[in-house]
């Protein structure tokens, strides 16, 4: 069973970076993705970026070009924001994965089958 453990979020003024960790107790040997999602009050869960076995990623249209996903050799999935604005504001769910995953459908959340219980973001204007 996997579990997936987020950390990082906290507040910050809009126009500041932060930068969230996920950290997994085990990946399959074999392909997966692993992805950050976010929920404001009152919204569906969005996917905001994920990244795959072999490095390929996918961002969000609102967040692309200022945010950004990676993970390393340790389990531990990254997510980089910067020039963050008082929209970024939500939970910040991380999940995986197992198998591989068509790209349209990489940032929808029914594809995904693990989930950690979230970190939240708040930037202030």
């Known amino acids: 069973q996997v579990k997936l453990m987020e950390s990082g979020g906290t507040s910050v003024q809009a126009g500041g970076s932060l930068s969230l960790s996920c950290a997994a107790s085990i990946v399959p040997s074999s392909n997966y993705w692993m992805a950050w999602f976010r929920q404001a009050p009152g919204k569906e869960r969005e996917g905001v970026a994920a990244?795959?076995?072999?490095?390929?990623t996918r961002y969000a249209d609102s967040v692309r070009g200022r945010f950004t996903i990676s993970k390393d050799n340790n389990n531990t999935l990254y997510l980089q924001m910067d020039s963050l604005t008082p929209e970024d504001t939500a939970m910040y769910y991380c999940?995986?994965?197992?198998?591989?995953?068509?790209?349209?459908?990489?940032?929808?959340?029914?594809?995904?089958?693990?989930w950690g219980q979230g970190t939240q973001v708040t930037v202030s204007s």
């Open positions: 990244v795959g076995t072999y490095g390929i």
């Open positions: 999940a995986l994965r197992t198998g591989g995953a068509s790209f349209p459908t990489l940032l929808l959340a029914s594809e995904y089958h693990f």
